[in-house]
């Protein structure tokens, strides 16, 4: 079999992507797999690469195909350029795609859409949960109808703030208290997101996530641990042991999470029994919340009261090496490459059920 692995994207998370992609393909089992590494650019080609029949080599620099914008494939010696194909094109007999996309365009049901028109079989969550996984302020609306806590919240668009946008402050400072997030609802890495502490700051970060999307949620700001669980199944999903970051700044905003790497794992968090089965069976039933299959994390807040916040779900979680989702796993048992195995075996069995 071979395996399409579609990476890049177009989004913020673009160069995250290229990590996790690299990762995946050093996991897969190629006495059983090929895999077929196909890029998408930041400005939308789709290059295809040459074929792996081995783990592809790693010289400090990450070369599965080698573009002329790609700077971490320039200085690999035996890498050889992507050939442009049109999204079309990857389509192949006995192909399974797994699209390690993060973000806009990627995880968010677009791509999903696209392969169930080819009718390939793939990797993760489906269009409606990737769609729905994406929105924050869908997200929030399903956990609050299986009743999952959450910190208050309002929701608005750009219509809305263009028409009052007084009114729409007022209304932010009269249900939430300071420090509040801004953040554009379709989005990840934490890319367009604010932490505001005045109405000025605030006016400010409404604008900026208007950049990134039409539409806005603003969350009271809690000060408390952030919790990573995994999730891994179709049907008879399973959780993981629950993470705890350790981090060393109050907003883990892009450059927290991928330049300045402060952020250390507790694997599992140091907590009580009862309290991390209550975060293993919120995010259960958020991934039911969303018809989620394959895999997704799900993120939470745990205060100094023990009192547990759904924060959100990823339905294509950061899958480097040392990313919290496939390092969650090898903490419960499963190797990585277990973990891969696991996942193309779980795309196959959702396509055969809805073929
Ligand atoms: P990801 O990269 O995990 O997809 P994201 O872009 O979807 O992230 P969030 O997880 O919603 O964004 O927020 C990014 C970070 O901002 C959180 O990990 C946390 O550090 C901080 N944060 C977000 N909302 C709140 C809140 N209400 N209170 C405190 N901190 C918050
Ligand atoms: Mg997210
Ligand atoms: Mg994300
Ligand atoms: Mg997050």
Redesign the pocket.
């Known amino acids: 079999m071979n395996i399409i692995l579609l990476y890049g994207g177009q989004s913020a998370e673009h160069d995250i992507s290229i990590l996790s992609a690299h990762n995946i393909a050093q996991m897969i089992t190629y006495e059983v797999y090929s895999v077929q590494p196909v890029m998408i650019t930041r400005d939308g080609r789709w290059l295809q690469g040459p074929k792996l029949s081995a783990p592809p080599a790693y010289e400090g620099q990450l070369h599965l195909i080698k573009s002329e914008e790609a700077s971490w494939g320039e200085n690999a010696s035996d890498t050889s350029y992507g050939v442009e194909i049109s999204p079309c094109e990857i389509h192949q007999e006995d192909a399974i795609v797994f699209p390690v996309l993060h973000g806009p365009n990627g995880e968010d049901g677009t791509i999903q859409g696209f392969l169930e028109t080819l009718g390939l079989p793939y990797v993760g969550a489906g269009v409606c949960a990737s769609a729905c996984g994406m929105d924050?302020i869908i997200t929030k609306q399903l956990f609050d109808h299986v009743g999952i806590p959450q910190?208050p919240y309002i929701a608005f668009d750009r219509r809305e703030w263009n028409e009052d946008p007084d009114a729409l402050i007022n209304k932010a400072e009269g249900s939430l208290l300071y420090p509040l997030?801004v953040?554009p609802a379709n989005?990840?890495?934490?890319?367009g997101?604010s932490?505001v502490e005045d109405s000025e700051a605030l006016v400010q970060a409404i604008n900026l996530a208007l950049e990134y999307d039409h539409r806005i949620v603003v969350?009271?700001?809690?000060n408390?641990d952030?919790i990573e669980v995994a999730v891994l199944g179709n049907d008879d999903a399973h959780v993981s042991v629950v993470g705890r970051l350790v981090?060393g700044a109050s907003?883990?905003?892009y450059e927290e999470?991928y330049i300045n790497n402060t952020v250390d794992m507790e694997i599992p968090a140091n907590i009580e029994e009862s309290l991390s089965d209550t975060i293993r069976e919120y995010a259960l039933k958020a991934y039911r919340a969303i018809d989620g299959s394959g895999l997704a994390r799900v993120?939470f807040?745990l205060t100094s009261n023990d009192d547990v916040y759904i924060?959100?779900i990823?339905t294509m979680p950061g899958f480097t090496q040392f990313s919290m989702y496939p390092v969650l796993w090898e903490r419960t048992g499963l190797s990585q490459v277990d973990l891969v195995e696991e996942l193309l075996q779980l795309a196959i069995r959702r396509h055969e059920q809805l073929a």
């Open positions: 924050k910190v997030f953040k989005m990840g890495s934490s890319v997101i932490r969350e009271q700001g809690i408390a952030e981090k907003f883990y905003d999470k993120d807040f924060n959100e990823n």
